[in-house]
């Protein structure tokens, strides 16, 4: 069965590591995106990414980045981690089926950042 | 004002009742709107999707969209203490494939 996947699903990390959270889906859709999630704020738009080599910054880029290298994998890295960035994230693909987009989700990661 | 409106809850309901949950939204551009459920430390599941004005039923569930005034809510009927979750609204904006989501609203189906 076609599924998303993230790894790790856990992480401890320390202020200012390099951190980077994998997303891996076999729906083989070509629109990727990463949210995060904190209480009180919903789900947040990070990055997306509608195809290999496209990336696009969503409402709240800042310490993020991502690439795209093939249809399956968009990771996502936090390229110097802030306690800010302690939340869970979640990764999502969709496709066009009808003219309408509808989104699933991995799991998720929890990060804390220490 | 805020995108995406939803009462963040909790609403309880005793089961067997029939749950309404509502989400208003601000940009009138928007085209398709998403209805997930997402349990207590799980990731959002889609349970259903509308795109016209009215309504759309699926099982005990019904969505209802009225754009004129901006607005869409799902209806649970016969609520089980199953569907306690948090339902989050979501929308796609015309031209954009990613979606807004809403804060979430908590339901308690009381046994």
């Known amino acids: 069965d076609a599924e998303i996947t993230q790894s790790p699903r856990h992480k401890i990390t320390e202020t200012g590591r390099q951190v980077t959270l994998a997303c891996h889906q076999t729906?083989?859709?070509?629109?990727m995106f990463w949210y995060r999630q904190d209480l009180g704020h919903g789900l947040r738009l990070i990055h997306y990414s509608y195809g290999v080599h496209d990336t696009n910054k969503g409402e709240v880029s800042d310490g993020y980045s991502v690439s795209r290298s093939n249809t399956e994998d968009l990771p996502l890295t936090l390229e110097s981690a802030a306690s800010s960035q302690t939340s869970v994230y979640f990764c999502?693909?969709?496709?066009?089926?009808?003219?309408?987009?509808?989104?699933?989700f991995g799991p998720g990661t929890r990060l804390t950042v220490t | 004002q805020k995108e995406v409106e939803q009462n963040s809850g909790p609403l309880s309901v005793p089961e067997g009742a029939i749950a309404s949950l509502n989400c208003t939204y601000s940009d009138r551009g928007s085209q398709s709107f998403f209805w997930y459920r997402q349990y207590s430390g799980k990731s959002p599941e889609l349970i259903m999707s509308i795109y016209s004005n009215g309504d759309k039923e699926d099982g005990r569930f019904t969505a209802q969209l009225n754009k004129a005034s901006q607005y869409v809510s799902l209806l649970i009927r016969d609520s089980q203490p199953s569907d306690s979750a948090t339902y989050l609204c979501?929308?796609?904006?015309?031209?954009?494939?990613?979606?807004?989501f809403g804060s979430g609203t908590r339901l308690q189906v009381q046994p």
């Open positions: 979501a929308f796609n904006r015309a031209g954009r494939r990613a979606l807004t």
């Open positions: 729906w083989n859709h070509n629109n």
């Open positions: 999502a693909s969709s496709e066009r089926e009808g003219g309408r987009y509808e989104q699933y």
